[in-house]
């Protein structure tokens, strides 16, 4: 289980996604902290899945992926909440 979840709710996001993912990457964490990043596919219609296929690989915590088919921010945030691996999630 993480200590925190940084939730990533994203609609076509395969432009986007790379920086937001890449400044999490270059973040300076405590050695005791254990994080995951979720991001909640939104119905997304571009290449926004292939872009975190391609970030799992070689990914400095875990990413995880999930769909969420209702369009809109609170179907995603609420996806984000019930999929967290821990208590405290940052949308």
Not at 10 to 39: A, C, F, H, K, M
Request: aromatic share 10%; net charge negative.
């Amino acid at each position: 289980m993480a200590d925190f979840t940084v939730a990533i709710p994203t609609y076509n996001g395969e432009y986007r996604l790379p920086d937001v993912l890449e400044r999490l990457r270059s973040q300076l964490n405590p050695s005791n902290l254990q994080w995951e990043v979720l991001i909640v596919d939104n119905h997304s219609c571009d290449g926004t899945v292939q872009v975190v296929k391609t970030f799992q690989a070689n990914f400095p915590v875990v990413i995880r992926y999930c769909w969420e088919p209702r369009q809109g921010a609170g179907y995603a945030r609420q996806t984000a909440i019930q999929e967290a691996q821990s208590d405290y999630v940052g949308c």
